[in-house]
């Protein structure tokens, strides 16, 4: 038999594609929400921040859920076409495309699609188009940049395959955070400790800005007593000329 026309057997998905990846529970992803990707950042011991160049098409969106990862050839969305027919609600498309700045990778038709499916956001390093649409959409986007032009769907790639992506190492289910500050990772084996930590974080920051308030001061609240009179510099009040500031001793 010539191997021209495809039977059964050859229609198979490849290896390189997996559909069926492990989530945090909704709880986990929903506490981990709480909290801004610059605070979880920091509360998981400053980890996890995608690059700061992969930004919201509308700043006043936000979203966190599991990534679902997707590799795509530069100027090539078929990959994505098949990862929006295998994510799941609650999912975060996180769609590597070569960092390619010069093509529209997903727009409103895709993004559509995304949103009757209930995917919780895209993320690509690639660009975007039809950026009007998709803020009246509401769905969360964010990208590397924004680009008419076109793409072609030729290409094979992988589907939740650990991935590289802004600098970060994403794995498939992993939770994801992004905001108007930016995205952060949080791994899933992590997430119930992240969460707990960034409470507490979120805590402290609350005391601190009630203590300014109150008329705290940055030195005093912050401990800077020790750093500056290590590096030879007087903190009582009393010795700073207004017209020196902070004196050296
Ligand atoms: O058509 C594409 O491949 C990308 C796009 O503009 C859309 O999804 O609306
Ligand atoms: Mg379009």
Known sequence: MTPTAHTDATLRIPPHVTTRIERARPEQIERIGRYTAATIHEAQGRRGAVASNITPIDRESSFVGSAFT??????????????????????????????????????DVLGNACAAKGIAALVTDSGVRDTRELRELGLPVFSGSVSIS???????GHINQPLV???QRIEPGDIVKGDADGIVVVRRDEADIV?????ERDRKEADLIARYHAGGTTIDLCGLHDVL????????LDDV?????????
């Open 70 to 107: 997707v590799v795509c050839a530069p100027r090539d969305n078929l990959m994505l076409q098949v990862a929006i027919h295998f994510a799941q609600p609650g999912d975060v498309l996180i769609v590597s495309a070569g960092a390619f700045a010069q093509a529209g990778t997903f727009g």
């Open 150 to 156: 076109g793409t072609v769907k030729e290409t094979l």
């Open 165 to 167: 992506f802004g600098g």
């Open 195 to 199: 969460a707990e930590l960034s409470e």
């Open 229 to 236: 009179r290590a590096k030879g510099l007087t903190t009582d």
């Open 241 to 249: 000329d207004p017209e020196q500031g902070l004196g050296a001793r």
